[in-house]
C-alpha cells in the first residue's frame, strides 16, 4: 500500500498544566516524533508566540492541540482550558488547528518511559505525550 508524500509537517501539541509538550510528524505525515523542546507556561499570548514561531521554523502546515476529555468523551474544566488558550494559538499564527482526543496520552507517554527504563528529563514526558496524540492523529487519517 502506497501513500500519498506531502511537503508539510504537522505539529502535535500536549498543553500541560506546567510545560507545552512539542511533537513533529515527517513530511509524509506518517510518523510523530517527540521535539526536545520545552517550553514553560508562562502566558497564553508568549506560548502561542514561541509555538507559532517554532511551527513557522519546522514548515508545519497544519497544528495538532491535544484535547483531555472525560471518561465519557465530554469536555471538562481542563478541556476548556485548552481551547481558551488555543484561541490565543488561533490569533498569533494561520496555521490551521485541529483539536484531537489526547485520552491517556500522558498515562502511555509515561509507561513508555518506564519500559524503555528511561529516568530524569521529565520535561520529555510532554513530548512523549504530545507524539502519542500525534501519532493516533496520523494512524486515523490514513
Given amino acids: 500500500m502506497s501513500y500519498p508524500i506531502c511537503d508539510m509537517r504537522l505539529l502535535g ?19 510523530a516524533r517527540p521535539l526536545p523542546i520545552v517550553i ?4 497564553r499570548a508568549a506560548d502561542a508566540e514561541a509555538i507559532a514561531q517554532l511551527a513557522t521554523e519546522h514548515g508545519v502546515g497544519k497544528i495538532i492541540i491535544g484535547l483531555p476529555t472525560d471518561d465519557e468523551g465530554q469536555i471538562g474544566h481542563q478541556a476548556r482550558k485548552v481551547q481558551r488558550w488555543a484561541e490565543a494559538l488561533k490569533t498569533a499564527t494561520t496555521i490551521p488547528i485541529e483539536f484531537w482526543d489526547e485520552s491517556l496520552s500522558s ?15 521529565d520535561h520529555l514526558v510532554d513530548a512523549e505525550a504530545a507524539a502519542f496524540i500525534l501519532q493516533s492523529y496520523l494512524d486515523s487519517h490514513r
Fill in 13 to 31: 501539541i500536549d498543553h500541560g498544566e506546567a510545560r507545552i509538550g512539542l511533537a513533529i510528524s515527517d513530511e509524509a505525515e506518517t510518523v
Fill in 40 to 43: 514553560h507556561h508562562t502566558a
Fill in 107 to 121: 498515562l502511555e507517554a509515561r509507561e513508555s518511559r518506564k519500559q524503555k527504563k528511561r529516568k530524569g528529563n
